[in-house]
């Protein structure tokens, strides 16, 4: 019989499980300062808890595993290169937030002190700009920078492009591989309704509605 023994060391173990901890709490922050500061609703959701939770942790992982060999780094940047959002990104914000949660994996491997400095400024940012809108508001001076939070948002993402779409004054859309996201803003509701009946249920491949409060 052969006799396979493991030495583990259990205190790096314990370091490494807190740095997992580190990343997935500081990502966990964001998400709560991006939902309930900034109030983005597209965070509110079981599926970006995760991603929030997981992403900042999956780009520590990836930087500490290639960090000190050449040969594995290429071979990690080619195997990333096939992974790729299916989706297109909705809004810019969402982009934006990706990469803060990469960078912060990213960060924590090189200085854990630097990836706070990181996020403290970022809480800085935020709320920087949640004083600025709330000032902006009250001046009635809101109409240049928030016109889109009184309005309903339809997003439509399709697997063929709608010349009837195109023609519609609410709208603006993009296209992407073959495929198109349209997003239309309107203040009133029930137009809504109407813009949707223009897309064929068999084309569609995700829709979203987000109503003004």
């Not at 509110?44 to 990836?62: A, C, D, H």
């Not at 960060?107 to 709320?127: E, M, P, Q, R, S």
């Not at 239309?184 to 509605?209: C, G, H, V, Y």
Request: include cysteine.
């Amino acid at each position: 019989m052969t006799t396979i023994l493991f030495n583990v060391n259990f205190e790096l173990l314990a370091d490494t499980f807190k740095t997992f901890f580190l990343c997935s709490v500081l990502g966990i922050y964001i998400r709560f300062l991006m939902s309930v500061v900034s109030d983005q609703k597209w965070i509110k959701n079981f599926s970006q808890f995760l991603v929030f939770s997981l992403l900042p942790l999956t780009g520590y992982l990836i930087t500490s595993v290639i960090s000190n060999n050449i040969a594995l780094s290429l071979g990690m940047v080619g195997a990333l290169s096939i992974v790729r959002f299916r989706t297109p990104v909705k809004n810019p914000s969402e982009l934006v937030v990706y990469f803060i949660l990469i960078t912060l994996g990213i960060v924590i491997k090189v200085d854990g002190n630097l990836a706070l400095n990181f996020v403290i400024f970022i809480t800085l940012i935020v709320f920087f700009i949640e004083i600025y809108k709330y000032i902006a508001i009250k001046l009635n001076f809101n109409e240049f920078f928030f016109s889109d939070e009184s309005k309903h948002i339809l997003k439509i993402h399709t697997k063929e492009e709608n010349g009837k779409a195109i023609n519609c004054k609410e709208l603006t859309h993009s296209s992407y591989d073959g495929e198109y996201m349209y997003i239309f803003s309107t203040q009133n509701k029930a137009r809504l309704q109407e813009l949707e009946n223009i897309f064929l249920d068999d084309k569609i491949i995700s829709k979203s509605i987000d109503i003004a409060e």
